[in-house]
């Protein structure tokens, strides 16, 4: 059974500060990895996603993989209120398999 | 431009009766996907589609049907509806399998 767990959170920084949200994935052979945005009430929207180990930047996220210890995070920089939502990891196997998702790690971003 | 819609918003029924969730995409995507997410179990794949007439079961499949006659539509019935698929379901779609587009999602009550 392959998982990806993340924190339930709520997650909570100050405005202005890096908030740092964590993912593991207990399936070795993963090969992709994506983080999805989720408002309260409305539907998963993708942020970010990445394939190899190292970090990618887009902005003020940051998505950084590390396959050896089978985690991926992402850091938001500048954190605003605006931020403060439900954040899904999710990840893929092998290009001939569906995404699995994480629970999703609430965050909240206080002026 | 309406990309994914989703109909109805919200619905509520009761347990043993037929329900339909409607979803439409415009943008000629190949894959579509049906998800159910609940608290403590994050989103979980139902059924998906890779084109039309072609249709596979997800995680969580039983007690629902798909079918797919138009690239564009994938309807969701709930063939008799129970308590436990109280839930809000997304429907996605996507070119490929993994950087999915979701729509603003259904919830439904079943009493």
């Known amino acids: 059974q392959k998982e990806v767990e993340q924190n339930s959170g709520p997650l909570s920084v100050p405005e202005g500060a890096i908030a740092s949200l964590n993912c593991t994935y207990s399936?070795?052979?993963?090969?992709?990895f994506f983080w999805y945005r989720q408002y309260s009430g409305k539907s998963p929207e993708l942020i970010m996603f990445?394939?190899?180990?190292g970090d990618k930047e887009d902005g003020r996220f940051t998505a950084q993989l590390n396959k050896a210890s089978q985690y991926v995070s992402l850091l938001i920089r500048d954190s605003q209120p605006s931020d403060s939502a439900t954040y899904l990891c999710?990840?893929?196997?092998?290009?001939?398999?569906?995404?699995?998702f994480g629970g999703g790690t609430r965050l909240m971003v206080k002026p | 431009d309406a990309g994914i819609t989703q109909s109805p918003r919200y619905k509520i029924t009761e347990t043993g009766r037929q329900v339909t969730l409607m979803c439409h995409q415009t943008?000629?995507?190949?894959?579509m996907f049906w998800y159910r997410q609940d608290l403590g179990h994050g989103l979980r794949l139902i059924y998906y589609?890779?084109?039309?007439?072609?249709?596979d079961k997800g995680e969580v499949p039983d007690g629902y049907v798909v079918s797919r006659s138009k690239t564009e539509n994938f309807p969701l019935t709930l063939e008799s509806a129970t308590r436990s698929q109280t839930s809000v379901y997304f429907c996605?779609?996507?070119?490929?399998?993994?950087?999915?587009?979701f729509g603003s999602g259904t919830q439904l009550s079943v009493l």
């Open positions: 399936d070795r052979g993963s090969q992709s």
């Open positions: 589609s890779a084109a039309a007439d072609i249709t």
């Open positions: 999710a990840v893929n196997e092998n290009a001939g398999n569906m995404l699995t």
């Open positions: 996605a779609s996507a070119q490929g399998r993994e950087k999915l587009f």
């Open positions: 990445i394939y190899s180990n």
């Open positions: 943008w000629s995507h190949s894959y």
